[in-house]
């Protein structure tokens, strides 16, 4: 069985490699590479997957799953310009795509021993209505 559950929040990127140039870096971000970024209200999805215990009914505590997003995302992400202030990014290029490959990775390395029999199947991240990304967390990490 799959639980999903929704969080929010906003940041800042500018969406650009050092490795290009920088008229290969406007044509391909485009807006995204403006020297002074901008910014997002993402929505974060998590979904956990397991089965329910037989006593609360519940696969995961939605009061522990929301802690644990807050203490190993929100906490670094909220109201952030990625680039400057987390480490992964001074980098890694912020798109959404590595954003979701890292907020995977935090999850997955702080998911707590007392989830025992559930495991973290998804992350989904909406940045706008039309640009989602997922990660079952089959990328490798980051290099950083």
């Known amino acids: 069985m799959l639980v999903a559950r929704r969080y929010r929040f906003s940041a800042s ?3 650009h490699s050092p490795q290009l140039t920088d008229e290969k870096n406007r044509a391909l971000y485009g807006k995204c590479n403006n020297p002074f ?3 997002h209200d993402y929505v ?10 037989n006593i609360t009914g519940l696969i995961v505590p939605v009061s522990k799953l929301d802690a644990l997003v807050r203490t190993a995302v929100l906490a670094d992400y909220e109201n952030k310009f990625m680039n400057a202030e987390i480490p992964t990014y001074a980098t890694v290029v912020p798109t ?3 954003v979701t490959s890292d907020i995977h990775c935090r ?7 007392d989830f025992a ?3 973290l ?3 989904r991240i909406w ?4 640009n989602i990304v997922e990660s079952n967390g089959t990328r490798k990490e980051l290099a950083v």
């Open 13 to 15: 990127h500018r969406l």
């Open 37 to 39: 970024g901008h910014g």
């Open 44 to 53: 974060l999805e998590v979904v956990v997957q397991g089965e329910p215990d």
């Open 96 to 98: 959404t795509e590595n």
């Open 107 to 113: 999850l997955r390395a702080a998911w707590p021993s």
């Open 117 to 119: 029999g559930t495991s």
């Open 121 to 123: 199947a998804t992350v």
């Open 127 to 130: 940045e706008t209505k039309r």
